[in-house]
């Protein structure tokens, strides 16, 4: 998750999935961020959320940022959403991207019918599975494949398409089974209609694993919040179309 920005100040860096935007932002803003994915070892699904948002918080009190804009993507969607819950005052805007309040496979995402089949497969072939994943990664066409299946972007770099086949090659199923489980478990439904501040969900038209109708939910639930549709983005839309 991007944890918000603080005017006045440049960027110290970030993760290169959020690198064009954090340039376009770097002259007036500065971005603190905080990734979702390397806490996913904790054993107990449903403290996974909750511990994002205390680093989150951890990491605003830090640095002394005392109200900010909130951007999550993905999962960390959930965690924005429910940072919100937990310390609203601490929340001047939010942006959603990619994002399911509640558990992501009742919409009907291409995600939702595969992902749950594949950690099925790795419970009984985990260590074979992850070598033909690991193998598969490494192949110079896999990129070129995602391309042409839409589980992203023609316009995603060379260099970041590269690098997602390299996090897919070295996936970790007993982490990724955690993070998954606190997808399914999480549900901020009920705190949308307390949601007070500017709110912008995005989307991609051709996202895998959150569906338009997830970002409507959204929408529809928060009084005042805006839903941008990116035609031909996946759940990489940020990356894809910086601009």
């Given amino acids: 998750m991007t944890v918000g920005r603080a005017p006045r100040q440049r960027d110290r860096g970030g993760p290169k999935l959020w690198s064009s935007e954090i340039a376009h932002f770097a002259d007036g803003y500065r971005w603190l961020s905080g990734s979702t994915t390397r806490a996913a070892s904790i054993p107990v699904a ?3 959320i909750e511990r994002q948002v205390g680093d989150a918080l951890a990491i605003l009190d830090a640095e002394s940022v005392e109200q900010t804009a909130i951007v ?8 924005a959403m429910e940072l919100f819950r937990r310390a609203p005052r601490r929340v001047a805007s939010l942006v959603l991207v990619g994002a399911v309040a509640g558990n992501p496979w009742e919409h009907r995402s291409i995600a939702g019918s595969v992902l749950p089949r ?14 033909v994943m690991t193998r598969a990664a490494r192949w110079p066409e ?8 839409g589980v992203v972007s023609p316009t995603l770099s060379t260099e970041l398409g590269s690098e997602l086949a390299d996090a897919l090659g070295q996936i970790d199923f007993e982490r990724v089974r955690t993070f998954l489980r606190a997808m399914e478990t999480h549900d901020a ?4 209609h307390a949601i007070d501040v500017p709110v912008l969900v995005i989307s991609g038209d051709r996202d ?3 569906t338009r109708e997830a970002a409507e939910h959204i929408v529809r639930s928060v009084r005042g919040a805006e839903l941008m549709t990116v035609p031909g983005g996946s759940h990489f839309v940020h990356a894809e179309y910086p601009g």
């Fill in 72 to 79: 999550g993507w993905s999962f960390g969607a959930k965690v």
């Fill in 46 to 48: 449903g403290g996974l």
């Fill in 118 to 131: 594949v950690l099925r497969l790795s419970n009984r072939f985990g260590g074979a599975l992850e070598s």
């Fill in 208 to 210: 895998f694993a959150s």
């Fill in 142 to 149: 896999t990129s070129l494949w995602a391309r042409r299946l």
């Fill in 189 to 192: 439904s009920d705190v949308l």
